[in-house]
């Protein structure tokens, strides 16, 4: 996966980001600041301006900027930890001209790492970690067992695992952000930072499966 790849993967999340905005801010609505889609939506707006302005070199360059301007742009804790999970994506992949599936798998790794150091939250506080980092251990699985380091293949695991991680905050009492000063009432939503977190893990299965062979060549 080259540099061209991961432009077209923040271009993906963009318009996934700007199709669910008012559905993330709804989720937050009911657990947070009702900020969260808007927040998202114009931070990546930014993510493509700055990529379309001054397009980097690398991967790793891609996903570094992207993360620099979330941090930039986006208010509240949205910004820090998604420009954080990306930056250290990006400082993982370092100046490689071209990534494989198993690379970035490790760059998720770092990000999930990232995340939890800033955010002090583990699996089960209910936040974008909950379906983070699932996403990155099916990606490592898959990589490193049956989908023989196929992209298409390990990104599908870690988009349906992101949105299985997502889907299982309902039940859950937040613990950390905003949402655990409701304590119980909390329980009942969908975190609205985990269901984020899954469409972006799913534009990157979207940008696989375009650009796979197996895609090519189905009429």
Do not use: Q
């Amino acid at each position: 996966m080259d540099t061209r790849f991961f432009v077209i993967w923040m271009e993906e999340i963009t318009a996934a980001v700007r199709a669910g905005r008012d559905h993330l801010t709804r989720l937050d609505a009911a657990i947070g600041d009702a900020d969260h889609g808007t927040n998202l939506d114009r931070g990546f707006a930014a993510v493509a301006e700055a990529l379309a302005a001054r397009p980097p070199d690398t991967p790793g360059g891609v996903l570094v900027l992207a993360g620099s301007t979330l941090i930039r742009k986006v208010g509240g804790a949205s910004g820090p930890l998604y420009g954080t999970a990306f930056r250290e994506m990006g400082k993982t992949l370092g100046d490689a001209a071209d990534v494989s599936a198993a690379d970035l798998a490790s760059a998720l790794e770092a990000g999930v790492a990232g995340v939890r150091r800033l955010g002090g939250a583990e699996e089960g506080d209910k936040t974008m970690v909950d379906a983070l980092a699932p996403a990155a251990r099916a990606m490592a699985r898959s990589v490193g067992g049956g989908g023989g380091g196929d992209p298409e293949v390990a990104f599908a695991a870690a988009a349906a695992a992101a949105e299985e991680g997502a889907k299982a905050t309902v039940p859950l009492v937040a613990r950390k952000g905003r949402a655990s000063y409701l304590g119980a009432r909390s329980a009942g939503h969908e975190d609205p930072g985990a269901a984020s977190t899954a469409l972006i893990v799913g534009a990157l299965r979207a940008v696989a499966a375009r650009r796979s062979p197996r895609s090519r060549s189905r009429p």
